[in-house]
């Protein structure tokens, strides 16, 4: 057990608790919890037994006794509160995506790095056992090369309008994306080389939607050509009818020797595996705790050895940077190269 970190966790929305429930799970002391919602706060405060709530981060965040400040707001406030926490000298855990832009990402990096503290990422499915495993297999050539993955992710439209906003958390290939990139870049250890990417807005006519100036594409089918050979392919929508039946299906993974089927960052359950033409069920071991408490665990040891966060700045760039291709290859009908973050 690393030291017992002082956390003030913003946002007290559905990843606020998530959060808060994991960093107790993981053995730390979560002081304060902030939302603009004080009904919110004030019910996190009391379901968790938290000594202090704010509506105003930035009292949060200048409490001397906090060293983590863990953000769970909405995409456009990622860059000012990890700066603002960054600039109280307080190490930063931010939910995924890293940000809108990568003007916002150099102010980001530009404070943590003047303030000497740590970064992490909530990519909280890259300690998924599952994935794990998929990868080894990759890796040991099981499913020889080059490999092709496919990902689906089906949706009825979002219940937090927010999410459809192109000026807000920017649709599914920036918000929901992110986590299939990770995961590719696990399985295949390479860098993306080019991506294209059609999509259109199912949603555009709902009216609960109607109040919402530019809306966000909601549905997309894109392929990522790896450096490796390797090719991904995802098929996102987030433009479905309410109560919608028809849900995503499992990620496949072929290659000339074989293939897996199966949710590649789940935590329960199995994956189905084919080596010629055999095929096996894989069990998978179930975690101890919660990958948001493990993800917690292992970034508060990072801080305590001086060591870069596991997932930090690099990988937020990177999926960053895909999901922005992804969007100017919509938006142009171009193939975009992939230009890697520094
Ligand atoms: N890692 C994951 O698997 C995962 C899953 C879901 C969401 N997320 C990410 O977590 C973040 C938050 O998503 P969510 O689903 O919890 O959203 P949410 O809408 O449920 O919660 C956000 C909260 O922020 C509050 N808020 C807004 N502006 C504020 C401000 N200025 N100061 C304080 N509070 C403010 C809102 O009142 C709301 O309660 C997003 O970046 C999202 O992409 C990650």
Not at 42 to 67: C, Q, S, V, W
Not at 275 to 300: M, N, P, V, Y
Not at 307 to 313: E, L, S, T, W, Y
Request: hydrophobic letters at 40%.
């Amino acid at each position: 057990m690393s030291k017992r970190m002082n956390i003030a966790v913003i946002g007290a929305g559905d990843m606020g608790n998530t959060h808060v429930g994991a960093w107790q799970n993981a053995g730390h002391r979560v002081v304060s919890v902030t939302d603009i919602s004080e009904e919110l706060a004030k019910k996190t405060k009391e379901k968790y037994g938290i000594p202090n709530m704010y509506l105003d981060y930035r009292e949060a965040a200048a409490d001397p006794e906090i060293d983590i400040v863990s953000i769970c707001l909405p995409l456009a406030l990622h860059a000012p509160v990890t700066i603002y926490a960054a600039e109280q000298g307080k190490h930063v855990f931010c939910e995924k995506p890293l940000a809108r832009s990568f003007e916002e990402v150099k102010a980001m990096e530009a404070a943590v790095n003047k303030a000497g503290v740590h970064f992490g990422i909530g990519l909280q499915r890259s300690f998924a056992n599952s994935l794990k495993i998929v990868k080894q297999m990759a890796a040991d050539q099981v499913f020889g090369h080059p490999m092709l993955i496919t990902s689906t992710g089906v949706a009825e439209v979002r219940p937090k309008r927010l999410m459809h906003d192109a000026n807000g958390n920017m649709g599914p290939l920036m918000d929901n994306c992110c986590h299939y990139f990770m995961m590719w870049k696990h399985i295949f250890q390479s860098r993306p080389k080019s991506i294209y990417c059609i999509g259109d807005v199912f949603a555009k006519d709902r009216p609960e939607l109607s109040h919402i100036e530019k809306l966000a594409i909601d549905t997309a089918v894109m392929s990522v050509k790896y450096e490796s050979g390797d090719m991904a392919e995802m098929v996102i929508t987030w433009g479905m009818a309410k109560g919608f039946q028809l849900g995503g299906r499992s990620d496949r993974l072929y290659g000339p020797r074989g293939g897996a089927e199966g949710d590649f960052t789940n935590i329960t359950g199995s994956i189905t595996i084919y080596e010629g033409d055999q095929r096996r069920e894989l069990g998978i071991e179930g975690h101890r705790q919660s990958l948001h408490a493990e993800q917690f665990q292992t970034f508060a040891q990072a801080i305590e050895q001086g060591i870069p966060a596991p997932v930090g700045f690099q990988d937020g760039k990177e999926m960053l940077t895909i999901s922005l291709a992804a969007i100017e290859s919509a938006v142009t009908g171009r193939i975009v190269e992939y230009k890697h973050p520094e």
